[in-house]
């Protein structure tokens, strides 16, 4: 499949982009010599929207925000928050800004309460407090208030991440991965608040790797690729290019090798793009003429983690990025190796696991 692109966000002409990414590019020095992060990367997030921004583990997803962030400084290029330039104006993007960092960062010594309100006060917000109950009750918090940081399991301290983020109600939502290795309920919490918010005014821009998340709540994606925009579309637009139907069936056998070349294998399930009904009567065939039996036959509608797939795999191109490329970017998962971590687990499909 062909790499996909439109041109930028639909945003009046007067209104400045919620975020702009403008010629992105960030070179680490490394023992190896350079490595390009981030090779200009250019995308506008339209104010109202909530963006996806994709793509395997070390393509460049959390530089990007980091750079946005104010973290890291960009190699060369620009990015900005509703107009404002995140080095020349970096307090007034701050202030428009709340980033969910994909890493738990917390200080121990504080309550929860103490932290959002220490939090509020950096941005001159003294009385914060009903805002901060909203936060605490909105994200299942509220009987941890006095809870001492340290004490909080892993999920509710990325809810607490959440929280901090948000304290200064910033009109521009950025979330690093938010739902990794959480249980289904604080997904569902959390993505119910986003949309609350996001119905209330402000943009988000979310990275997951759980792709029906991102086609569900994500009125545009772009896909990145050792840091590089490889698609960029509406999502109703990047699901309407892949192949419209995906047949698929358990096997105990290996597959004949033509079938396998496209097929996405989780454990004994197999997936095959079949977009005609010729299509899945010739993989049925081939696959009892190898000697194997199928069950569980379905055909289902192509989804975004079939884009995804497509989109990885056709922007397999040169691999020049440097002689620091340690790490070679998934890629298209090796079909016969189960790919897509956890795709049949209670936290629903991913791909790749969650990088630290
Ligand atoms: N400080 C650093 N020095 C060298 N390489 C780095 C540094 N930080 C990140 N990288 C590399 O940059 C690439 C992009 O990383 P990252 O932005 O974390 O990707 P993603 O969030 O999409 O998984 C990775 O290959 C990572 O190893
Ligand atoms: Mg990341």
């Not at 439109?6 to 002409?13: C, F, K, M």
């Not at 969910?100 to 009385?127: K, N, T, W």
């Not at 925009?229 to 597959?255: H, I, M, Q, W, Y």
Request: net charge positive; glycine share 10%.
């Amino acid at each position: 499949m062909r790499p996909v692109s439109t041109p930028a966000a639909p945003a009046a002409a007067s209104a400045p982009a919620a975020i702009a990414f403008r010629g992105v590019t960030k070179i680490h020095h490394t023992p190896k010599g350079p490595f390009e992060a981030l090779g200009g990367v250019s995308l506008d997030v339209a104010p109202g929207e909530i963006f996806g921004l994709l793509g395997p583990n070390g393509a460049g997803k959390t530089t990007l925000i980091s750079i946005l962030a104010g973290l890291t400084r960009a190699t060369a290029g620009t990015a900005s928050v509703l107009g404002h330039d995140v080095v020349a104006d970096a307090p007034q993007a701050r202030r428009l800004l709340g980033v969910v960092p994909q890493e738990l960062v917390f200080d121990p010594f504080f309550s929860l309460r103490e932290a959002l309100r220490i939090q509020s006060g950096y941005f001159g917000l003294r009385r914060n407090d009903d805002w901060i109950d909203d936060l605490l009750h909105s994200l299942g918090l509220a009987d941890k208030a006095n809870a001492n940081m340290r004490q909080l399991s892993g999920g509710m301290k990325r809810r607490a991440m959440v929280a901090q983020a948000l304290v200064h109600k910033p009109k521009v939502i950025v979330l690093d991965e938010p739902t990794a290795g959480v249980d289904v309920e604080l997904r569902q919490t959390l993505w119910q608040f986003v949309s609350r918010l996001n119905r209330e005014g402000s943009t988000v821009l979310l990275t997951t790797h759980y792709l029906e998340e991102a086609e569900a709540l994500c009125s545009r994606i772009a896909m990145i690729k050792r840091g590089q925009v490889v698609a960029l579309a509406k999502t109703s637009e990047l699901l309407s290019r892949a192949s419209s139907n995906v047949l698929r069936f358990k096997l105990d056998t290996p597959l004949p090798p033509a079938l396998a070349a496209v097929a996405r294998v989780t454990g004994r399930v197999v997936q095959l793009p079949a977009p005609t009904a010729a299509d899945v009567e010739h993989a049925l065939s081939a696959i009892r003429q190898a000697g194997g039996r199928v069950e569980d036959i379905e055909i289902r509608k192509a989804d975004l983690e079939d884009v995804f797939l497509d989109v990885m795999g056709a922007s397999e191109g040169p691999q020049g990025r440097g002689v620091g490329a340690t790490e070679p970017g998934p890629g298209r998962p090796n079909p016969a190796s189960a790919p897509l971590g956890g795709s049949e687990g209670p936290q629903g499909r991913s791909v790749g696991a969650r990088s630290s």
